[in-house]
């Protein structure tokens, strides 16, 4: 069983940049692939990154690509965002999610889901 939880989000003007935190408890966590997802009101969840379970691999959204890097320290099970140059178009509640395998995550699957952290960028 793993349980995520995130921190991180906030206000914060366009331009600025945040990171967010998704920690784990659970002894595997560090053999599972993570993923980052974004829903702003009244839109879908949208696939944000991804990184593999030894951070050796990591995928990005197009809208979020160069601006947005995904790292993970297992030895603290936690998986971080770090967001720079965000727009005010980046605001959505962020949550992270879990899965054995790189290629679920990335199709928006995931065994484990934090509750997420609220992100607002003011332009």
């Known amino acids: 069983q793993v349980q995520l939880v995130e921190s991180g989000g906030g206000l914060v003007q366009a331009g600025g940049s945040l990171r967010l935190s998704c920690a784990a408890s659970?002894?595997?966590?560090?053999?599972?692939?993570s993923g980052w997802f974004r829903q702003a009101p009244g839109k879908e969840r949208e696939f944000v990154a991804a990184?593999?379970?030894?951070?050796?691999?990591?995928l990005y959204a197009d809208s979020v690509k160069g601006r947005f890097t995904a790292v993970r320290d297992n030895n603290k099970n936690t998986v971080y965002l770090q967001m720079n140059s965000l727009k005010p178009e980046d605001t959505a509640v962020y949550c992270c999610?879990?899965?054995?395998?790189?290629?679920?995550?990335?199709?928006?699957?995931?065994?484990?889901w934090g509750q997420g952290t609220q992100v607002t960028v003011s332009s």
């Open positions: 659970g002894r595997t966590f560090n053999s599972y692939a």
């Open positions: 999610a879990a899965h054995r395998a790189f290629s679920t995550v990335v199709a928006g699957g995931g065994d484990y």
């Open positions: 990184i593999s379970w030894n951070g050796g691999r990591t």
